[in-house]
């Protein structure tokens, strides 16, 4: 995320909505659809009740939102803030009002929508995957101008990505899998494990795997003081 940081001014609006995205692990739908009275920062909670549904095939009348309750039970959540997203919710209200940013849209009734462009509409998943697609371009280009040799380049991903990096990182924390699959809104618990399986296999790969370099560097050291006691 500090790509997004004030210097690099083009893409700081941006840091607000991609910080709650990798913090929480809520859909794009989720996240888009969020209104101000879905969030109370003084207890730290986000109260996930609906998803915002993009139609992006255009009519007569263009393209169109819809709102829908969770498929599922699970859907319905309340996710803990950690401090990194309750100060993005914060910095999203501050940057909205020094620009005099309001939402502007009602859609089947549901206002005050908290993640709106300039115009004061509601985002969607085909901009925020454009944003990330420039971010990453502009990001890697800095880096090769940076570092010639071997530079380290970011892959190519899209936002559900971010939903999935969090999941690794509550497996890699050691969360317990009912928590995950609670925080995350997966009505089946396969769903959950699927990605706790992968994720702790290569956890312990890359476990054995520095357990193998340690040991060859050990062997390395003692074969060394033989041969220099020879």
């Known amino acids: 995320m500090e790509f997004l940081s004030k210097e690099n001014s083009q893409y700081y609006h941006w840091l607000p909505i991609f910080t709650v995205m990798l913090g929480t692990g809520m859909r ?47 859907g319905v959540r309340q996710i803990p803030m950690t401090e990194e997203v309750k ?3 914060l910095l999203e209200k501050k940057m909205q009002d020094l620009a005099g940013i309001q939402s502007k849209v009602t859609i089947d009734g549901y206002h005050n929508f908290i993640f709106v462009n300039r115009f004061g509409n509601v985002q969607n998943q085909g901009t925020l995957n454009r944003a990330l697609r420039r971010i990453i371009r502009d990001c890697n280009d800095k880096q090769l101008l940076k570092e010639k040799n071997n530079p380290v380049l970011l892959p190519n991903f899209s936002c559900h990505s971010l939903r999935h990096t969090f999941t690794t990182r509550l497996v890699e924390a050691g969360v317990n899998i009912k928590v995950i699959q609670n925080l995350c809104g997966h009505s089946r618990s396969d769903v959950t494990l699927d990605i706790y399986t992968t994720v702790t296999k290569e956890l312990k790969q890359a476990e054995f795997d520095d357990f193998q370099k340690k ?16």
């Open 28 to 74: 794009v739908g989720e996240i888009t659809g969020l209104r101000w009275n879905d969030i109370d920062l003084k207890s730290g909670i986000i109260d996930v009740n609906h998803t915002l549904v993009y139609y992006k095939h255009r009519d007569e009348n263009g393209c169109y939102f819809d709102i829908h309750s969770p498929k599922t039970k699970a």
């Open 87 to 89: 100060n993005a919710f």
């Open 215 to 230: 040991l060859k560097e050990k062997k390395q050291e003692w074969k060394n003081r033989q041969e220099k006691d020879a």
